[in-house]
């Protein structure tokens, strides 16, 4: 373990005006960044502790969504009534993830900010764009069976491992910031991941030192049918090779709207807009849901070892769609 500063914050405030260069990190549950750090994937000089931040609330809003502070942990999250009732799908993808001891003490804002699972990422023997720009991308050509199959690019095929992300997606989540200057901003989820592009470096839109105080969901669609279906190696303490999350309502025997978003398929939570628009309007025929799949697996690639995702992602759709909709 290399040497580093710690400091506590006690406001917001504190905690973004503490954190003073590329090389300092907020820390809260610390269940990824520890074991980064101790992997020295993660060598912060200096390490900002925002755990005793008065953010560990869940408030209804005006409009009746929910406002769920950034260190209420991934535990009382799933837990909370309000959740269970009108988001059910959170509360399945909460509860698919980690174990609960990780749960008690994972964060909701640090979840959304854990790190890819990609083993090259966490092997300092290896090159790895996303570790150190520039040196390449092992997977690629490597042993790659967790890893995406789509939205990758040439210099990373790494996938997002989040379970709540994904359930948070479906569910148009929004993202309260704090910046070190003081300015708040409001950045939508869909917008908040970055593709990798050149750059799988950059993973999200945060500027240095901005802070993630709160996550903002919309209402409850009423009527709504929630799924969250995760597959994955052993049932509990594994991550998604496959997931999905979705939320439909029904009238008159049709699909009336659909959101869906699946983990392990891609470096973010992916949702597409095709393969909803696929299902909206039609009635629930097998056809039907196998031109969701067709939509979202048009631009799949696989890089050998992870092939079988792009059959597993087909199947495992239009099982859930058949679930959602009572085919």
């Known amino acids: 373990m290399k040497t580093f500063i710690y400091e506590r914050a006690m406001t917001p405030e504190n905690a973004v005006r503490d954190i003073d260069g590329a090389s300092a990190k ?3 549950g610390g269940t990824n960044l520890l074991d980064l750090m101790k992997l020295q994937v993660e060598t912060p000089a200096k390490l900002v502790d925002i755990s005793r931040l008065p953010l560990g609330e869940i408030e209804r809003t005006a409009d009746g969504g929910l406002t769920i502070g950034a260190m209420v942990p991934n535990s009382d999250l799933a837990a909370d009534d309000r959740v269970i009732d009108g988001y059910e799908v959170l509360a399945r993808a909460l509860l698919a993830g980690a174990s609960g001891q990780l749960r008690n003490k994972a964060t909701t804002g640090g979840n959304l900010l854990q790190r890819t699972r990609c083993y090259y990422f966490c092997d300092t023997a290896t090159p790895c764009n996303k ?10 050509g490597g042993f790659n069976r967790i890893l995406a199959v789509l939205g990758t690019s040439e210099h990373c095929i790494a996938t997002h491992p989040s379970d709540m992300a994904v359930a948070m997606r479906a569910l148009d989540a929004t993202l309260v910031t704090l910046k070190p200057d003081g300015d708040k901003r409001r950045i939508a989820l869909g917008d908040f991941y970055r593709l990798p592009g050149g750059t799988p470096e950059i993973e999200t839109v945060l500027e240095p030192g901005e802070l993630i105080t709160h996550v903002e969901l919309p209402a409850p669609v009423v009527g709504a049918r929630h799924i969250y279906r995760k597959v994955r190696d052993r049932a509990s303490y594994a991550f998604a090779l496959v997931s999905v999350a979705g939320i439909v309502t029904m009238a008159d025997g049709r699909i009336a709207t659909a959101a869906l978003a699946f983990g392990g398929l891609a470096p973010m939570p992916w949702r597409d807009a095709a393969a909803e628009a696929a299902l909206v309007g039609n009635e629930p025929t097998t056809a039907v849901f196998e031109a969701a799949a067709d939509a979202l697996l ?11 995702k792009i059959p597993l992602a087909r199947r495992t759709l239009i099982a859930c769609l058949r679930d959602l909709t009572g085919n």
Request: contains cysteine; negative net charge.
């Open 131 to 140: 570790r150190e720009p520039g040196s390449g991308c092992s997977a690629i």
């Open 26 to 28: 907020f820390i809260a």
């Open 298 to 308: 048009a631009d799949a690639r696989g890089f050998g070892a992870n092939d079988f």
